[in-house]
């Protein structure tokens, strides 16, 4: 069965900085997704990550994906208080059917 | 364009009861899918719905069932509720079944007393 785990479950840091939060998994996926969930709201998409070595980038966010590796990573550059919310990433797995299996998600607080 | 909605949004039910919960995709998605929340378990996919067939399915026990009607409009029922269903409980959308970008609704607040 596919694991997916996130890495630090807990980020806190200063306004300006920069950070890269780790998203390991451990069976072969061809799709990794990442998104963003603000307290007590929905999640929002950031990210849908399709191939080895595909890079996108949305303002100070940046994804990757690493499949020989199994790693995804989401790098925040300077960051700012705006993007303080939980980010999760997840990725698509297939056995007898398909279920999209999520990362315990990261707590980013960003401080000013 | 109308993103995904949940109703209702806030919902109190006592143990042994049974709830059903409404999810309208964003029109021209014909996929529909469901997922848990709980600070404990995280995010746990429940099952998808494609063109009023469930496509795919999580490892919940079948006190969790749904159905999708024909104008993609989806329903999840659970029956005979413990304290453990207590969950947030999301439905996305997305154009495909098995995988592929989705757009979530608010989600349904469910609590079990």
């Known amino acids: 069965e596919l694991k997916v785990e996130q890495n630090p479950l807990f980020l806190s840091m200063q306004e300006g900085k920069n950070y890269t939060i780790y998203c390991n998994y451990s069976?072969?996926?061809?799709?990794l997704y990442w998104y963003r969930q603000d307290p007590g709201k929905s999640l929002e998409s950031l990210f849908v990550l399709l191939s080895n070595g595909a890079v996108k980038q949305e303002g100070r966010l940046m994804a990757s994906l690493d499949t020989k590796a199994r790693l995804s990573t989401l790098h925040i550059t300077a960051a700012v208080h705006d993007l303080s919310a939980t980010y999760f990433c997840a990725v698509d797995y297939m056995d007898s059917n398909y279920q999209l299996i999520w990362g315990a998600g990261t707590k980013l607080i960003i401080k000013p | 364009k109308a993103g995904v909605t949940q109703t209702p949004r806030y919902l109190i039910k006592t143990r042994g009861q049974q709830v059903t919960l409404s999810c309208s995709p964003i029109?021209?998605?014909?996929?529909v899918s469901w997922y848990q929340q709980t600070p404990g378990q995280g995010l746990q996919f429940l099952f998808e719905?494609?063109?009023?067939?469930?496509?795919n399915k999580g490892n919940f026990p079948g006190r969790f069932s749904g159905r999708q009607f024909s104008n993609s409009r989806s329903e999840m029922n659970v029956s005979t509720l413990e304290l453990g269903d207590s969950a947030l409980y999301l439905c996305?959308?997305?154009?495909?079944?098995?995988?592929?970008?989705?757009?979530f609704g608010p989600g349904t607040r469910l609590t079990v007393t």
């Open positions: 996305a959308s997305s154009r495909l079944a098995g995988g592929g970008e989705q757009y």
């Open positions: 029109s021209g998605h014909r996929s």
């Open positions: 069976t072969t996926s061809d799709r």
């Open positions: 719905y494609f063109s009023e067939t469930q496509r």
